[in-house]
Structures are given as structure tokens and as C-alpha cells.
């Protein structure tokens, strides 16, 4: 077990190339079995590195003063450089019941709303053919991207979208991206999450800071943002879990318009019946109602959902777009994205 977590932290240090710090201490950690063995206390599906490393962001941001704090540049405008090992290695040696608690019982939820860039322009190709649409958000957190129409986009190429507002979300394109004229109206907006987040209460949302890696400003400036619109304008967000709740919420969200459910890297916290379970859920809905899908996951740690054969096993994020109508299901590739919703690659 030990060596499949070292492993992990050292991949994701590989893949951090926007965040020096998160590399940084991941490889710290990848070198550290000690440290990296913390997160085997959490369950097997969300043993994930980020898990450990929100569990740690978490205490910094709770107890600033704190020694490990001055490395962190979410804390500090003036991080400390050097060797972060000793730090580390004690902070974790004297919070480890702490942090074992932690990874034991939460799991990551980042409610990255630069994710609606991605999801967008394929909310405007559903928008286009149905009319207006109602929105269900599987692990919706605090709710924040049901807010997508509150938001405005710049794709480069593609151009602005959206009404003006505090969150502005930017997306380099490759591909015949349909970048949408105008942002589709929205008539309802529904989540459902197993722990939903109180957007109004400083404690829990700390959680959700914690979980942006701690270098990425821009993260937390537009969370910040999209957090306050939240707050004035709070969705309809249930506590349930991705199959229990999907019929409830579809049904809802169907009375007013033509409901469209939304996932973005959840569904690799699922087990795989669970996941078998959801995609069955959803087939049921749609054979019996119009319906539309979109997800954002990638393949690899995602087995079970309805991709091309192509895609299967394939790390990185995928976008797909799932459709039922008259009981037909019909799925499409659409892109490859960054998991943060700084890119948006359309497949020809």
C-alpha cells in the first residue's frame, strides 16, 4: 500500500507543472512513505494524494501561525524556499491523529467553476436543439457551477461570452469549439452532493479552499467571486448521493425545462457498482423522458461510463455528451480539457 501511495504523490508532482509548490510537496511527500501511508486511512476510492494534501492546506489555513504555514503561498505573500522536509515531517508527526481523521471521513471537493468553461459550449449545442435548460449538479459542494449563466468566459478563439461579472473565466481553444453566442437560459438549477456545503458558512467553505492546490491565485480569486454570488443567490442543493438522488432531482429539474445533468470528476470517488449503478439510473430516466448528460472524467480512473472504445483506460479529462431522445441513447465525444478548465481541445 505504501508504495502505490509514494507513487501517486510522485505522479502528481510530475503533472503539476502550474503549480511549483504542489509539485514540490508532493515529491517531498513521494519520498516520505511515513507522510504518503496518512492517506490509507481514507477509504479506498478516495485515497487520491489531493486528499492529503487538502487535509494539510486545511490546517495551515485554520492555524496560519503555524511553522508549515510559512512555506505555503496561500498563507504568506513571502513563502519560505528551501528543503520543506523537517517542517513537514514534524507538522504531520504532531497532527497525524488529525489528519488520519480528516482523510478518514471527508473527501475532496474542489467546486473548480472553471470547469463551466468546459461544460459551456456544450450546454449551448443542448441549449440549441431543447430550448432553455435545467441543471442538476452531481456533487454540486456549495453549488457554485449551477451559477454558470452568472459567469463570463473568454474563449481565445471563440470570444466573450456571458453577462458581466465578478467571476471571468479564461479558455485557450484548439478545435471547431461552438463557442456559443449567448449564455443558454437557465430555469432551474439543482444539486445533490453526500456532504453539501453551506456556502454561508466560513468553516465548511475553508474546507473547499483548502482544496485548491495553494499556489493557483486565480483559483481562489474566481472562487472567492463565485462564492459570493452563491451566497446571494443560493441553488437548490440536497443532501443525497449520486444514484439515491439523481431520479428525485432529474424530475424536479424536469418540470421546468428540459433537465441536464452535469458531473465533473466525481464519479472516479464512486466504486465501480456505484458507477455501474448511476449510468443504469440515468439510462432508466432517459428511456422514459428526454434527457441530456455531461461529463467531464477521465477514462482511466473512471471505468464504466459509456465512452468510445478509443478512450478507454486513456488518462487525462474527457468531455462527453450523453443524449436521450425518444429512448434512444446517443453518446459524443466532444474534447479533451484540463481538469481545471484552462484549455478546451475539440475533437474533429
Known sequence: MTVDLTRHFANLADDASRSPFTAMLSQTIAQLPEIAELLASAP?????????????????????????????????????????????????????????????????????????????P???????????????????????????????????????????????????????????TEVPEVRARIGIDPAPVDPTDDTA?????????????????????????????PADVRRADAVGGIAAAVADAAVRAHPVVMNSWVLNYLSSADRRAYVDRLDTLG???????????????????????????RHGSTVQLVRWRDGVRRVDHLASCHPHGYWLHWAS
Request: glycine share 6%.
Open 44 to 120: 479506498p476510492e478516495q485515497q487520491n494524494p489531493v486528499l492529503l494534501l487538502a487535509a494539510l492546506h486545511e490546517q495551515v489555513l485554520a492555524e496560519p501561525d503555524c511553522d508549515l504555514a510559512a512555506w505555503y503561498p496561500s498563507v504568506t505573500d513571502a513563502p519560505r524556499t528551501g528543503d520543506i522536509t523537517a517542517a513537514l515531517l514534524a507538522h504531520c508527526r504532531a497532527h497525524a491523529s488529525a489528519l488520519r481523521s480528516t482523510v478518514a471521513t471527508r473527501h475532496t471537493q474542489t467546486n473548480e467553476v472553471g470547469r463551466c468553461g468546459i461544460v459551456l
Open 122 to 180: 456544450v450546454l449551448g449545442m443542448v441549449a440549441a436543439e431543447v430550448g432553455p435548460v435545467a441543471l442538476v449538479d452531481v456533487g454540486t459542494s456549495a453549488g457554485l457551477n449551477l451559477h454558470l449563466d452568472r459567469y463570463s468566459y473568454d474563449y481565445a478563439p471563440g470570444g466573450r461570452v456571458g453577462p458581466a461579472s465578478d467571476v471571468h473565466l479564461h479558455i485557450t481553444t484548439e478545435g471547431d469549439v461552438p463557442v456559443p
Open 205 to 233: 467553505t475553508r474546507w473547499l479552499r483548502a482544496c485548491i492546490w495553494p499556489d493557483q491565485h486565480d483559483r481562489f480569486e474566481r472562487f472567492d467571486a463565485a462564492l459570493d454570488i452563491a451566497r446571494r443567490q
Open 287 to 313: 428511456a422514459a423522458a428526454d434527457l441530456s448528460w455531461v461529463f467531464v472524467e477521465s477514462p482511466a480512473v473512471t471505468s464504466g461510463l459509456p465512452y468510445p472504445d478509443h478512450l478507454r483506460g
